[in-house]
């Protein structure tokens, strides 16, 4: 698959679906910057890579603190971004409603607009929103989500008031954000997009399984009745971020095995 011009960002880049976008993206031939919040993870994840000579550099360190994000801000330099694929986040087993927000919602925003005066013509960034997104719809949280004009989501707190609740919430939000940002893009030549992943087989949603037996009973409603791969996020990815993806724009993409349309979201 041919790529666009520039560096490409991928955050979250030693998780299960993070990982999976940096094989797929370093196979596109795409010269790598790799976030997350582990060192030895990362350079377990790069490894391969590295050996092989291709360009690849690492960043690990917490996206939410704001000297990261300039931290990564000086790797980029000059170089033009040519796509991002912002996995990064938390699930509801990993933090309280609050924190959940401001990493889901309010550092994808930082994100954003951190690469988009850098956005090479053609571009495209991906962020990582749920299908679970999809199930957490009323007018007032819609009406809510749709006020948002920043990376501040407190508004949403009163809705989001458990975990469970804010993890969907700020996943909605995020979907949002990609449509309030496409024509801010587009004045680039550039993309926003996102992906709501379905019930994916990594080590996250294999605690929140645990957690939670709803997640056995989506499964059972899911068409194709079993959980997804990572890879099957991550070709959708970068397929977004190729040419041949060049007229997608503002939109969510699901890739969750036709569950939603079982459920008739």
């Given amino acids: 698959m041919t790529r666009i011009s520039g560096v490409a960002i991928i955050t979250g880049a030693a998780g299960g679906i993070g990982s999976a976008c940096v094989a797929e ?6 010269p790598l910057i790799l976030c997350d919040i582990s060192l030895p ?17 690492l960043l690990a360190g917490d996206l939410s603190e704001p000297a990261y994000l300039a931290r990564l801000d000086a790797m980029i330099a000059s170089r033009p971004v040519g796509a991002v694929v912002h996995t990064a986040g938390l699930t ?16 994808s ?62 996943k909605r939000a ?12 587009g004045a680039r030549n550039a993309r926003i997009v996102s992906i709501s992943p379905g019930l994916i087989d990594t080590a996250a949603a294999r605690t929140e399984a645990a957690a939670s037996p709803q ?15 990572p890879a099957e996020i ?18 969510d993409i699901p890739v969750d095995g036709g569950m939603l349309v079982a459920l008739g979201r």
């Fill in 25 to 30: 993206l370093a196979k596109a031939g795409w």
């Fill in 41 to 57: 993870r990362l350079e377990a994840t790069a490894a391969s890579l590295l050996a092989a000579g291709h360009p690849v550099e």
């Fill in 92 to 107: 509801p087993t990993m933090a309280d409603a609050a924190r959940i927000m401001a990493v889901n919602y309010g550092v």
């Fill in 109 to 170: 925003v930082r994100l954003v607009d951190l690469v988009r005066p850098k956005m090479a013509e053609g571009g495209c960034v991906v962020l990582t929103a749920s299908s679970s997104a999809y199930l957490v719809s009323s007018p007032e949280i819609d009406a809510a989500i749709a006020a948002l004009t920043s990376d501040d989501a407190s508004t949403l707190m009163p809705f989001a008031v458990t975990p469970e609740m804010a993890y969907p919430i700020s």
């Fill in 174 to 185: 995020v979907i949002r954000l990609v449509g309030r940002e496409a024509e801010s893009f």
């Fill in 215 to 229: 997640m056995e009973m989506m499964k059972q409603k899911t068409p194709l009745r079993r959980f997804g791969a």
């Fill in 234 to 251: 991550a070709t959708v990815a970068a397929f977004l971020c190729s040419p041949a993806a060049s007229f997608v724009s503002g939109r």
